[in-house]
């Protein structure tokens, strides 16, 4: 029932969705001089600082050690940016829930909407990175799909939770900052987690952000395929948590107005 | 016969809460979940282009039932039908992001009002002209003066018009001249013969002027329905007998 009000729900507020996902993206370059320029100039920037201390501090043995690390910070951007955004979703919309009716967990995709497109500008990046560094692309290249599949479902569910507990629990967002902080160590993002001895492998299968992290370097720098075992478990947990977080939004939005 | 617009039935709302909790204290006994009956198993039926007003005390379920008409909220049991038509609660300035211009969050708070983009297209002049902001629609609504935004606010909600109107206390908004404008447009909308009206306002001689039925709701429940010459004596004599 509640799957059948959610698809419902996702093609009525479609068009509200992405203009109010562009609508933010707009927010945040509005009165800058550049513009959107931004949303390309920033993760270039980023990726330049990575270049500099992988190759000149650190001077890493890999030669494309910047854009393993610029890989690794896009993926953890976009599930940290949902995640900690998440807990004070409710609370920052209040105007807008007590107000008129929405499918709360809109607010959760619109965010995903909005962090999604900035990983696809540093994902550009990444690819004119690859080929700065003569790294030959193959069609391994189309199995970055499945693992950004997995981590936007695994987001959007553990989203819809942490917006959910954050209604009743004060301190959530502190919880999940710390929680989050823990994740951002044990996802190999400066360094290949699964080498790790020997708890690595462990480490990679037991966390999804570090998966996708893993899944998206060996299609576009080692031409590898990702771990399916691990992928297909992930996913389905993805799918599992996303249907969960679901029904918990739609059994309680009554009650969010109020405790607001 | 007349034709049926709204149908509550049995309507039964229930607010769950539990307070906010620190961590410390989240798994601490005796933390108690409060359930407090705001509606208590309410029917009624409203015709098309009646207006019917609802009056009560504070706390006596009206803007819950409001809320719940208008989709906000829903019932924990009942059934609430509204037969197909679109409904909408008078809210003004609803979803507003101060870095976009007039026109853009005139888009933005029609399409969250479940509104479709041909629709508001279609009434994008009307709402500008309504609002008399000009040349600064194209402007930023955060370099708005409180007086404009709230013109804004109003035009958009008094424009994009539903089938079925909730209005939570009747609006004026703006300067004295404005406040009579926007006062007429209210009454406009509400006096308006295809339209299904339920309001809910403290002025009770505005709602013997307007309504066509009182229903009277007391601790969630209906003390009384009629004429409104009727029920607003029996409440006024309540309230003041209270007192």
């Known amino acids: 029932m509640y799957l059948r009000r959610f698809f419902g729900d996702l093609t009525k507020y479609r068009k509200y969705l992405v203009y109010s996902a562009k609508a933010s993206l707009k927010s945040e370059v509005a009165g800058s001089y550049l513009a959107w320029l931004w949303w390309i100039l920033e993760p270039f920037c980023f990726m330049l600082i990575y270049k500099f201390i992988a190759e000149t501090v650190f001077q890493r043995n890999l030669p494309s050690a910047a854009l393993f690390v610029f890989l690794g910070i896009t993926v953890w951007n976009f599930f940290n940016k949902n995640i900690s955004a998440s807990a004070m979703l409710l609370k920052h919309n209040k105007g807008i829930i007590t107000k008129i009716y929405l499918p709360k967990y809109l607010l959760c995709i619109k965010q995903i909407l909005v962090n999604g497109f900035k990983m696809v500008i540093s994902l550009a990046i990444c690819f004119v990175l690859a080929l700065y560094y003569r790294i030959i692309l193959d069609w391994h290249i189309i199995l970055i799909i499945p693992s950004l599949i997995m981590l936007v479902l695994n987001t959007f569910g553990f989203g819809c939770l942490v917006m959910h507990f954050g209604v009743y629990i004060q301190d959530l967002s502190n919880i999940v900052r710390i929680a989050l902080r823990l994740v951002f160590y044990l996802s190999g993002v400066f360094y290949n987690i699964g080498t790790l001895k020997p708890y690595g492998p462990l480490l990679l299968n037991i966390n999804p952000v570090a998966l996708a992290m893993e899944g998206c370097r060996n299609a576009l720098m080692f031409g590898k395929e990702p771990d399916w075992v691990m992928l297909g478990i992930w996913t389905a947990v993805g799918i599992v948590t996303s249907v969960l977080g679901i029904m918990v939004v739609y059994k309680n939005e009554n009650n969010y107005g109020k405790i607001l | ?243």
């Open chain 2, 1 to 243: 016969m007349m034709e049926k617009t709204i149908e509550v039935k049995n309507l039964k709302i229930n607010y769950r809460t539990m307070e906010p909790a620190k961590v410390t204290k989240l798994f601490k006994k005796g933390r108690r979940v409060n359930l407090e009956h705001a509606v208590k198993g309410v029917s009624f039926d409203v015709y098309k282009g009646e207006i019917v007003g609802l009056v009560g005390q504070n706390g006596s379920g009206k803007s819950t039932t409001l809320r719940c008409l208008a989709g906000i909220i829903s019932p924990d049991e009942g059934e609430v039908n509204l037969f197909g038509n679109s409904v909408s609660l008078l809210a003004i300035g609803v979803g507003f992001q101060k870095e976009l211009t007039g026109r853009a969050n005139i888009m933005l708070s029609g399409l969250l009002m479940g509104f479709t983009e041909k629709e508001i297209k279609s009434k994008m002049k009307e709402i500008i002209e309504f609002s008399e902001l000009g040349k600064y629609i194209n402007k930023p609504v955060g370099s708005y003066s409180s007086g404009m935004h709230s013109r804004l606010a109003f035009a958009i909600t008094a424009i994009l018009d539903t089938d079925i109107l909730l209005v939570d206390e009747v609006l004026s908004v703006g300067d004295a001249r404005f406040k009579k404008k926007s006062h007429q447009k209210m009454k406009e909308l509400i006096m308006d013969k295809d339209r299904t009206v339920i309001m809910i306002s403290h002025s009770l001689d505005t709602m013997k002027k307007m309504c066509d039925r009182i229903i009277w709701l007391h601790e969630g429940e209906i003390n009384m329905v009629g004429k409104p010459k009727e029920v607003l004596a029996k409440y006024e004599e309540f309230m003041t007998g209270e007192k």
